[in-house]
């Protein structure tokens, strides 16, 4: 480009940390500012985010001091990005801190909120604040409905199906993040006939999704069914990452499908290109005992 601008550089630094390059989106902000160009709440925005991915806190820190000296923290979008930051880095009490210091609310620093809460494991504080943001008027989204559903652990059934009537009420039911929400909840419930069901309705299907029906239909035993669904996967020409490849070699090891395991662990790289981790070879062990 023959002329740049800080539109330019935020296109650059956004396509780099969406595109799964932090750290590059980190390095060109560095010379985005070292060439005199200000920053202004996009940049800073995908900025944080950056180091969100890479659990750098440290980094964080110095852009977030940034933002307190250039006045952007009014900006809901680079707090609830800060917000985000915080918890993932395990310091949920500075998340809460800067949320309780928001002159007004919004759903994307809400949506972050409850996030921070299910994340860190308080999922109670994360109800507690979805029925604050109903009462404010606040519509819920569908990351909002997202976060509550993650909070499973201390969901009772009755509760869940409140939620997914008011997912239903939204028009948010279809969403594929809360459908693969929904899903996950029924399966955990032990309704794996109802996750299916909400699967089977997607419109649009993700790998999350094809994820977290394997991961469902595996753990409620019908393992049989989830490798269906992963050649079901294949077929559509999604190509499998670690979680869905860990969650076809557990239904293997459960079934006591063993050859079919061994096969799938060992061109695991080569078909897939999928490198495995410790979750793969706990499963190519109980393989290994099983065969012997």
Known sequence: MEELDVISWNSLISACCKSGYPELALD??????????????????????????????????????????????CNTIISSATIDLFSKCNRLEDSVRL??????????????????????????DGLRLFVLTLKKDIRPTEFTLSSVLHSTSILKLEQGTQFHSLAVKSGLELDAIVSSSLV?????????????????????????????????????????????TFKELLGRGLPPDRITLAGVLLACSFGGFISEGMTIFLSMEESY????????????????????
């Not at 985010?49 to 964080?60: A, I, M, V």
């Not at 309780?100 to 919004?106: F, G, I, N, P």
């Not at 089977?200 to 994820?211: C, E, Q, S, T």
């Not at 290109?273 to 012997?292: L, M, R, T």
Request: glycine content about 6%; charged content about 20%; overall charge negative.
């Open 28 to 73: 060109k902000f560095c010379i985005m500012r070292s060439l005199g160009y200000s920053p202004d709440e996009f940049s800073v925005s995908a900025v944080i985010t950056s180091c969100l991915n890479l659990r750098n806190l440290e980094k964080g820190k110095q852009i977030f001091a940034l933002c307190v000296k250039v006045g952007f923290l």
């Open 99 to 124: 949320f309780d210091e928001q002159d007004q609310w919004d759903s994307a620093v809400c949506n972050s909120m409850i996030s921070s809460y299910a994340w860190c494991g308080f999922g109670e």
């Open 184 to 228: 996950e909840m029924y399966s955990k419930f032990g309704f794996i006939d109802c996750s299916m069901r909400i699967f089977n309705n997607m419109i649009v299907r993700d790998l999350i999704a094809w994820n977290t029906m394997i991961m469902g239909l595996t753990h409620n035993g019908r393992v049989i069914e989830a490798l269906q």
């Open 273 to 292: 290109g999928v490198k495995p981790s410790n979750e793969h070879y706990a499963c190519f062990v109980d393989f290994v005992v099983s065969s012997w």
